[in-house]
């Protein structure tokens, strides 16, 4: 009986470890932003078969075909909740939600920099308040909320010229108004970037 028990003990303490490597991983594809994707490229091909019924050039079809492919793929493929990691030299904005909690309404949280969101959290995308710099773009005249897929894994950097420069594009950006899913409070650059950070971040 003793024997017993202590194979039984045994069997429980190994089940327990297992389980996180058991556990699934999330499901992207069940969520609405990869009908929005799908549905987007669909209607890209369409107008792709008859150029003439868009108002889009045969580049910009190609281009948004591609942006929208990439996030197709990362929805389809990611194992992991969202991550943006900071490499700016300087404190972000960015958003996150517990991931598993899609109830939970998205805050704005203040990454340092050489940190990277925890990877039990959602970072649904990044700040940047007027006056910031991103590569390739005229200076902000507006706060911005860059917002990226589920199951992104995002590298934010500082190019020489001090512009932000991402791994991956983001697919949308968002301006203040009252059908803004992300608050995008008006901020100064200066303020992001000395304000204490907040951000939920990895062990």
Request: proline share 8%; net charge negative; aromatic share 6%.
């Amino acid at each position: 009986m003793k024997r017993l028990m202590v194979i039984l003990v045994t069997l429980a303490a190994l089940f327990s470890f297992a389980f996180p490597v058991l556990a699934d991983p999330p499901k992207f594809t069940t969520l609405p932003e990869y009908t929005e994707v799908t549905t987007a490229i669909a209607d890209l091909l369409k107008a792709q078969s008859d150029p003439q019924s868009s108002d889009l050039s045969p580049v910009e079809i190609e281009q948004k075909l591609g942006a929208l492919n990439l996030q197709k793929y990362i929805l389809e493929t990611a194992s992991e909740w969202s991550q943006c990691r900071n490499e700016t030299g300087h404190t972000i904005g960015v958003y996150a939600h517990k991931a598993k909690k899609t109830a939970q309404p998205i805050a704005l949280y203040y990454l340092a920099t050489g940190q990277a969101t925890s990877d039990d959290w959602n970072c649904d995308g990044i700040y940047l308040p007027a006056g910031a710099k991103l590569a390739g773009q005229p200076e902000l005249t507006e706060p911005v909320a860059l917002q990226f897929v589920s199951g992104t894994q995002l590298i934010a950097k500082a190019n020489p010229n001090g512009e932000i420069e991402l791994n991956l594009p983001p697919a949308k950006m968002l301006t203040a108004s009252a059908e803004s899913a992300l608050p995008i409070p008006n901020l100064t650059l200066a303020s992001v970037e000395t304000t204490a950070p907040n951000a939920p971040i990895e062990d």
